[in-house]
């Protein structure tokens, strides 16, 4: 079993950068690929990132590359998401998720283990 903490969220104006972290616990997170995940207000979830943690490859959904980057710290299995250039599109709540090797990374029931999520605020 995996326990996944966010934190980081905020409000932030438009233009701004936010970090997001996502602390697992219970488990070695070495067999597993961690994603972000985010439900804007009335809309689906969307895939945003993922980065599998043996390798360290990660993927991007087209609206956030070269603004959003996923990264891992081996030490305090802690997963991160930096934001640079956040847009009022970007507003949602964030979810980090983690999901055994196989899956795909961009297939949201594919995730096996979720964080209850932080909210992300962006101001015009």
């Known amino acids: 079993q995996v326990h996944l903490v966010e934190s980081g969220g905020g409000l932030v104006q438009a233009g701004g950068s936010l970090r997001l972290s996502c602390a697992a616990s219970g488990r070695a997170f070495s067999p597993y690929r961690v994603g972000w995940v985010r439900r804007a207000p009335g809309e689906e979830r969307e895939f945003v990132a993922a980065i599998k943690w043996s390798g360290g490859s990660t993927l991007y959904t087209d609206s956030v590359k070269g603004r959003f980057t996923i990264s891992r710290d081996n030490t305090k299995t802690t997963v991160y998401l930096q934001m640079n250039s956040l847009n009022p599109e970007d507003t949602a709540v964030y979810h980090c998720?983690?999901?055994?090797?196989?899956?795909?990374?961009?297939?949201?029931?594919?995730?096996?283990?979720w964080g209850q999520g932080t909210q992300v605020t962006v101001s015009s």
């Open positions: 998720a983690a999901q055994r090797a196989g899956g795909s990374l961009t297939t949201i029931s594919a995730y096996d283990y």
